[in-house]
């Protein structure tokens, strides 16, 4: 059987105890983790003495998980059972090392694939991957601050109006996408600083391709304009998004934190909550901008075209 290991890290400026304690309580985890906030309304049942967890919900699916052994404040262990949408098993482990002021956190998972799906390791290791980063991102928050700061709100069903845009399109790392958008909007931000009266709507975010394997993406990021101007600077480009029927997600949270929309929006795709147009990129779209309120409050809109 294809076997696979997982790992991902986080610093979290709290002592090891404090991180131990909340992960070593399966109750603390209907609050941080990267799956339940997708489906919030799934069934979680915890053992009394909070070492055991089972869960079962129509996008998650079902399972069970249990801590087999621990190293006050430098390990804990758990046995994951998932039983639907297939059964399988992993070894899953946890971490701690006093790091500065703070603690590096370290999320662990070996496992193995059905040797008929032995097609999909590369894939799993990069989707677990990334729901490992979101769950570490999450539980920073809520060990650093007690609570997270990513709020989901399904918007379901709506429309799009379509624009002209002028845009940066740019191909590079999924970790370098905060990056590499602040510079793309700091060249569009220069470029429209003196024509006050060109940009028609919110800023937008097309995403064109995601290569999960390769730990790439390729996105344009965007201004709605009125016109498109007719001397535009080499760098910038011009595009349009047509009118189109959309499902769409509204995410309230730092921009770190978008990955937990993304995934349930692609998870609602994969249990048929809607029909992806796939001849129109999914878009996300800046309600609220940096410096216009908190991070906290950042509301972005995640919009994929159906038929």
Known sequence: MPKFHVSKSIFIEAPEDKVFNIINDFSTWTTWSPWLIMEPEAKVTVSDDKKSYEWEGKKVGSGVMKITDEKKNKSIYIDLTFLTPYKSTAKVWFELKKKDKGTTVTWLMDSSLPFFMFWMKKMMVALIG?????????????????????????????????????????????????????????????????????????????????????????????????????????????????????????????????????????????????????????????????????????KTEVSFATK
């Open 130 to 298: 990334m729901d490992y980063r979101r769950g570490l991102e999450l539980l920073k928050d809520y060990v650093e601050d007690g609570k997270v700061h990513s709020k989901l709100t399904l918007t379901g069903p709506g429309s799009y109006p379509g624009c002209n845009y002028i845009g940066v399109k740019t191909e590079c790392a999924i970790d370098d996408v905060g990056r590499a958008m602040q510079a793309d909007f700091d060249t569009l931000g220069a470029f429209i600083k003196d024509k006050p009266d060109l940009v028609n709507g919110q800023p937008l975010a097309i995403y064109h391709k995601w290569e999960l394997v390769k730990g790439r993406t390729t996105y344009t990021v965007a201004f709605p304009v009125k016109s498109v101007p007719a001397d535009l600077p080499n760098g910038i480009i011009s595009g349009s998004v047509p009118a189109t029927p959309v499902y769409s997600l509204m995410h309230q949270g730092p921009y770190r934190h978008l990955g937990n929309a993304w995934s349930t929006m692609q998870n609602l795709q994969r249990n048929k909550a809607f029909k992806m147009n796939k001849k129109i990129d999914p878009f996300e779209k800046y309600v609220t901008m940096p410096g216009e309120v908190a991070d906290n409050k950042l």
